[in-house]
T-cell receptor
Framework: DAGVIQSPRHEVTEMGQEVTLRCKPI?????LFWYRQTMMRGLELLIY????????DSGMPEDRFSAKMPNASFSTLKIQPSEPRDSAVYFC????????????FGPGTRLTVL | GESVGLHLPTLSVQEGDNSIINCAYS??????FIWYKQESGKGPQFIID?????DKRQGQRVTVLLNKTVKHLSLQIAATQPGDSAVYFC?????????????FGSGTRLQVQP
């Protein structure tokens, strides 16, 4: 199993530009989660999907952030326009359905907005 | 809370000693808990989990203890090795609500001295 795959691993962009982060969950996993990690705020849940449907997006900071899951094997997190305060490591995680299944994390995308 | 940052509580142990990492969780109704390990530049990795109907669970070299009275979790690592150096997070979830989002603690950095 390849695990959760994220791309790109590193992204450097300028303020105002659009940024798209990509995630491929583990095959057969019904849940997909997007997290953001910063030194100041730790690991924060942004949004999660069940069977490609967004369930809880209360963690999405503002309208500049959007996430989609067009099919079971792909999700995107988009920031438009990006700002320096969006600089963080963004993790995607997936889990199987069930009572309490482990979330498996991808390697993360380190985003730097200049 | 903070995660992989300068202000993380740090536990420094000698190689071969046992380590105990503590975590105070926030929601007395949480019924499932997970310990994650995060090495530098990587995503969090599952170590061990425990349900609220248990007070102890053992894995390979690791033991998790749960004290619901004081909302406290601990992770014990036996015969700590240099490869155990990482940031350790506890996470909690309230399964009864059907919400699948994990709430992460702020993390503890474990440094293993050779």
């Amino acid at each position: 199993d390849a695990g959760v795959i994220q791309s790109p691993r590193h992204e450097v962009t300028e303020m105002g530009q659009e940024v798209t982060l990509r995630c491929k969950p583990i095959s057969g996993h019904d849940y997909l989660f997007w997290y953001r990690q910063t030194m100041m705020r730790g690991l924060e849940l942004l949004i999660y999907f069940n069977n490609n449907v967004p369930i809880d997006d209360s963690g999405m900071p503002e309208d500049r952030f959007s996430a989609k899951m067009p099919n079971a094997s792909f999700s995107t997190l988009k920031i438009q326009p990006s700002e320096p305060r969006d600089s963080a490591v963004y993790f995607c995680a997936s889990s199987r359905s069930g009572a309490a299944d482990t979330q498996y994390f991808g390697p993360g995308t380190r985003l730097t907005v200049l | 809370g903070e995660s992989v940052g300068l202000h993380l509580p740090t536990l420094s142990v000698q190689e071969g000693d046992n380590s105990i990492i503590n975590c105070a969780y926030s929601n007395s109704a949480s019924d499932y808990f997970i310990w994650y390990k995060q090495e530098s530049g990587k995503g969090p990795q599952f170590i061990i989990d425990i349900r609220s109907n248990m007070d102890k669970r053992q894995g390979q070299r690791v033991t998790v203890l749960l004290n619901k009275t004081v909302k406290h979790l601990s992770l014990q690592i036996a015969a700590t090795q240099p490869g155990d150096s990482a940031v350790y997070f506890c996470a909690e979830i309230l399964m009864d609500t059907g919400r699948r989002a994990l709430t992460f603690g702020s993390g503890t950095r474990l440094q293993v001295q050779p």
